[in-house]
């Protein structure tokens, strides 16, 4: 089994949350519960730890990079995130992020995935069953969630040089590129479109997530290469901006571009309220993604664009998680529930891996 999780924030829970994510998650747990750190709502509650990616057969990721400025009366302030008054310091910010997954290259915990000969070669690492699983690396994918931090143009050079391969514009709120959830009627700034022309050039993967409605049809608009939503669910089951309508959904699939299914359940059921329902409570289990999933393959007619994408760990842990996961190396079940909902072996490796190989393989070859 090998499985690729298209948006984990691991960064950000190294240097943000302060996170040794090289440690067990239950071990991070109970260090943060001893401590009694109360300053986020999922401390003492996180899923994603590297033990648990190689458990779970999570080989490959795309890891994001967080880093936000804000002009002064921001909204933003209210995310439990930095944020930065000055481009300047929030590119220093990523760097600081970057420099955390180049010790855990260095450490062998991690290996950047830049290229398609170096994603061969960590496959057949991965399919090698003389190796255990800890002793082989997580490879990954370096994204940005949020551009705020690429100063100017040149800085997006920078990034690709250090091995920047997919860039998601928008986060939340107002941003220097793209306005992101909760700030719907806006959409890319004149910046933002500039970006993208930058980006088509690069071969760099556009992530629609987080974009509002507006910025994501003229985002359409404006980029002609390889686009993927890494951690996004549908509104037509769950209502509310940070969804894809059929619409924006039917866009994606004609694009040939995959959609990672998100496991917050704020994203999963349309009733649940954050910091007050307890997925149990609502019956939220990992079954509820493959309602998106069916959603989306009726639209497609096929399996080709869904994936996982699952956000695990984004600024909530078990509080926010499906109640039957426990960490992410239980990602493992959805093989047996996407068995039992009908899909084919076939159906489960596009799922698992194959599909989103097929759109890095057509930005990178
Ligand atoms: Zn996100």
Redesign the pocket.
């Known amino acids: 089994m090998f499985i690729i999780d298209a948006?984990l924030d691991l960064a950000t829970n190294a240097i943000t949350l302060n996170r040794d994510l090289t440690k067990p998650v239950h071990e991070i747990r109970d260090k943060e519960k001893q401590l009694n750190w109360k300053d986020t709502q999922d401390r003492g509650n996180g899923t994603v730890a590297l033990p648990e990616l190689r458990k779970g057969n999570v080989g490959l990721v795309v890891a994001t990079i967080i880093s936000r400025y804000s002009a002064a009366g921001n909204p933003l302030a209210t995310l439990n995130l930095p944020v930065w008054h000055s481009p300047a310091q929030a590119y220093a910010y990523g760097q600081a992020q970057l420099a955390w997954y180049k010790v855990m290259e260095e450490m062998g915990e991690m290996v950047q995935i830049n290229n398609w000969s170096a994603i061969e070669k960590h496959l057949a690492l991965w399919h090698d069953a003389t190796i255990p699983n800890n002793k082989k690396p997580v490879g990954y994918i370096l994204s940005l969630?949020g551009a705020d931090s690429i100063i100017n143009l040149s800085y997006l050079e920078k990034y690709y040089q250090q091995g920047l391969r997919a860039i998601g514009p928008a986060?939340f709120g107002p941003g220097r590129y793209a306005a992101g959830t909760h700030s719907d009627g806006s959409g890319l700034t004149l910046i933002g479109k500039e970006l993208l022309r930058e980006m088509d050039r690069l071969n760099i993967i556009l992530d629609a997530?987080?974009l509002t409605d507006k910025g994501f049809f003229e985002a359409m608009d404006t980029f002609n290469g390889s686009v993927w939503a890494s951690?996004q669910n549908c509104r037509t089951l769950v209502p509310g901006e940070r969804q894809f309508s059929d619409e924006q959904i039917k866009i994606i699939i004609e694009r040939d571009g995959v959609i990672g299914g998100a496991l917050d359940t704020w994203m999963l059921h349309a009733d649940f309220e954050m910091g007050k329902d307890h997925p149990k409570d609502l019956g939220i289990n990992l079954e509820k993604l493959v309602d998106h999933f069916d959603h989306i393959c009726q639209l497609a007619g096929s399996c080709l664009h869904i994936g996982f994408g699952t956000?695990l760990d984004?600024l909530f842990g078990t509080e926010q998680t499906p109640y039957d996961m426990d960490t992410i190396a239980d990602i493992v079940q959805f093989k047996e529930i996407l068995t039992r909902r009908g899909y084919t072996k076939e159906n489960i490796d596009n799922i698992f891996f194959g599909n989103w190989l097929r759109v890095i393989k057509k930005a990178w070859t």
């Open positions: 948006h969630e986060h997530t987080h951690h956000d984004g």
